[in-house]
Each structure stands twice: as C-alpha cells, then as structure tokens.
C-alpha cells in the first residue's frame, strides 16, 4: 500500500473551540458502543484480506456484549468527581487503578462468551494461558497494558485483558456523564480516564463537522479542534495522508513531532466504528510508518508486546 499527501491543512482553517453548544465530552453507553464495534468488525471481516483476524475480534466484541451484566460500577464521589474536570484531571484516571475482585469477574464473563462461540485452536490456546496464570501475573500485564508499556504484556494475551479493561472502563464512565459540562477542552489523552486515543472521528448529525478524539480504553469522545496536532499541539500544518483522497481512514501527519493520528469521516461510512475500522487499516500504519511517521494513537486488541499476537487460524 501506498500513501500520498491528500491534503495539506493551514492551521488557521479550522481551529480552536466551538461557539455553540457543541459538547466537549461525551461519554458512551457501553452497550451501544460494544454492539457497534462486534457488528462493524463482522462487516469488515466478512471481505477483508485478514478476514480471520478481524473475525476474532468480532467475537471479543460480541464477548464484550455478553459480559456485561458481569460488571458492578463502584458509586463515585461526586465532589471528587467535580474538583477532577475543574483541574483537568481524569476522574477514572488509569493511574489508580487498583486489581479487584471485579476483574476476575469480568475476565470469567469474556471467557464464557468465548467458548461458547468456538475459537481457533490458536486463540483458544491464549486464553487458556491466561487463564491459567496466576491472579498477581494477571494483574500485573492489565497494569503494563493500562500504562503502555507493551512491551511487559504478551501480544496473544493483549486482546483479552484489552477487552476486560474495556468493560470496567467503559461501564464506570457513564456514571460521570452529568459531570461532562465541566470539561472544558483541550486534552490530548482522554480526560475521563486518562488513556490515549484510538483515533479520531469527523463526526455527522448532531456533531456534524466536528472533530473528536475517541478513548482506546473507556470509548468517551472528546472535542479537538481540526487542524492541530493532538500530540504535541505544535502551531505548524499538519498534513493528511492516505490511500485515495476519498478514503474513510486517512493518517493526520505531524512533520514537528513525527507522530500521526488516523481520522475517519463518518460521513463516508455512517457504521463506521472506531476501533474496528482502526483495526481493519493496518496497512495504512505500515505505510505511514514507512514514510517515518509513529503512530500516537492505541487499540487494546492489537498490540505488538512480548511476542506476536495470535492470530484466528
């Protein structure tokens, strides 16, 4: 695959925050967000070149649905909850986070769902290993994985604990979504949970034209001014690369920092899903990489950790 300069973006385009009543934040019902992402990646699958992959991930997804009358949320302060967005600081931060009893709940929920779909003799080889780990080793790769530090977690295992993550996450954002007036713009890494994004989405309806960042861990979408560099936010021009002008999933290259983040124009796909269609543009990262860029953004079923992620047979 390769990538051409769409389009070179003038930071004085499209720039700073809304003056209407264009939410900053919004967080997601989990159930919609878990249902669109398993239907978008049986989608996908059903006519990728990696269509075993992406049918994997499908089922995780879908385990994703199941399981989520597994998860209990823990009531929030509502004061610490205030005095966190007032400080822009993330009222879930990941850098808290302490194992309970909740994810071994959770992680059983995904496993059942699992089984019960029939996995390939390599995928279930993985879960079976982690599984079979001891509570503390478990434990300690969700925290590497939380902290990006991919390089302490194990690639086949990734998409699992990934997923686990997820479903804690994304089930305790809703509880701070009478808060989100309080966010007042302007992060780069998510600012209910603290995670990095998975990309970024042009939305359509409602939102119709605005950019937002969407969070790898916790699916909450933030407001970021088209234009600018999420990653270090440099006054410079970005530019736009990608397969055709007219592709969903375009890279937006920062040449101060080197980084690039994908954008996805909902208005060319309306099922489009974040994380699926990341997922399923892969190649477009290796292309993007070969022109020298680093990717900025993270989704928790594919990471390149300890060793190579297991792939469906």
């Known amino acids: 695959m390769t990538v051409s300069a769409i389009k070179l973006i003038q930071p004085g385009e499209i720039q700073g925050m809304p003056e209407d009543d264009t939410p900053l934040l919004v967080v997601m019902d989990a159930r919609q967000a878990f249902q669109d992402r398993a239907t978008r990646l049986a989608q996908l699958a059903a006519t990728h070149t990696d269509s075993a992959w992406l049918g994997f991930c499908a089922q995780l997804a879908q385990a ?8 209990e949320t823990v009531a929030l302060d509502e004061t610490v ?28 929920a995904l496993e059942a769902s699992l089984r019960k779909q029939g996995l390939p003799d390599g995928v279930r080889a993985a879960l079976d290993r982690l599984v079979a780990l001891p509570l503390s080793e478990q434990h300690k790769q969700a925290q590497a994985l ?23 996450w994304t089930c305790e954002a809703k509880l701070v979504s009478s808060f989100t007036h309080l966010h007042k713009g302007e992060n780069g890494l998510c600012p209910v949970c ?25 699916a909450s979408e933030w407001y970021a001014p088209r234009a600018r560099c999420t990653n270090c936010d440099t006054p410079k021009e970005v530019s736009r690369l990608g397969e055709t002008p ?17 954008i996805m124009f909902q208005s060319k796909e ?13 190649n477009l990262d290796l292309a993007l990489a070969s022109e020298g860029y680093q990717r900025t953004g993270r989704n928790l079923f594919f990471v390149t950790g300890q060793d190579e992620p297991s792939k469906s047979d």
């Open 270 to 282: 309306p099922l489009m899903d974040p994380s699926a269609d990341d997922l399923a543009t892969l």
């Open 81 to 108: 909850v205030q005095e966190s967005f007032k400080h822009s600081v993330p009222p879930l931060s990941i850098s808290t986070w302490k194992p309970d009893a909740r994810w071994s709940v959770v992680l059983a």
């Open 146 to 168: 939380l902290a990006a530090e991919e390089q302490l977690v194990a690639a086949d295992l990734a998409p699992f604990i990934g997923a686990a993550l997820q479903l804690l």
């Open 194 to 218: 603290g995670s990095h994004p998975v990309t970024s989405v042009l939305r359509v309806g409602d939102r119709d034209g605005h950019r937002y960042l969407v969070c790898s861990l916790c």
């Open 64 to 71: 994703q649905v199941d399981a989520l009358g597994s998860v």
């Open 246 to 262: 007219d592709s969903l999933v375009q890279g937006e290259c920062c040449d101060d920092c080197g980084g690039y983040i994908k």
